[in-house]
């Protein structure tokens, strides 16, 4: 019995322990090409009512609500749903044609803090790179959450760019 003892006494040291050595930033992103000039697929990441259009993550929950309020820097995007959780997303800065700044606050299921940056760049008249990122800083035991946020955010990143580059297309 003992031996049960120290054994669960050192998992647990371990588990204390262990986020001392995983990253302590999470950061990812995912580009497309859209076959449009960089103004018109600026234009579109500016209003975040175009963003609910595009936004892949409430996909698969009826409950989730989104309302929107403002315009341009300091507009927001207030969301909340079942399987969404509760959070709010501001635009922060806008760089004409080039990059907007998204501050992002997560309520639930975890409270937390990232940016988004939503960056453009024109690759010929006609064709343009979109590139969506994420950074966040994790606190000390969101570090083995840090683990999977690639895997659990790529594809929700990879569906909005494609739905993205499907309305700005169609828009044309």
């Excluded at 989104?66 to 800065?93: H, P, Q, R, Y």
């Excluded at 035991?141 to 594809?155: A, V």
Aim: glycine content about 8%; aromatic content about 12%; overall charge negative.
């Amino acid at each position: 019995m003992k031996n049960i003892f120290v054994v669960v006494g050192l998992v647990f040291l371990a588990l204390l322990i262990l986020p001392v050595f995983l990253p302590s930033k999470f950061s990812m992103a995912r580009s497309i090409e859209i076959d449009a000039p960089v103004g018109t697929v600026f234009s579109k990441l500016t209003d975040l009512n175009e963003y609910v259009k595009w936004n892949p993550f409430p996909e698969g929950d009826p409950t989730n609500t989104a309302d929107v309020s403002g315009e341009g820097v300091g507009s927001n995007l207030v969301w909340k749903g079942d399987k969404t959780g509760e959070g709010k997303m501001t635009i922060a800065t806008i760089e004409p044609e080039q990059k907007i700044g998204v501050k992002m606050e997560f309520y639930k299921p975890m409270s937390g803090e990232g940016m988004v940056y939503w960056i453009t760049k024109a690759k010929s008249d006609a064709t343009t790179e979109m590139t969506w990122t994420f950074d966040q800083d994790l606190s000390y035991f969101s570090r083995y959450f840090g683990l999977f946020m690639e895997s659990m955010m790529g594809k929700h990143f990879e569906r909005g760019l494609s739905k993205y580059k499907t309305l700005v297309e169609a828009s044309r």
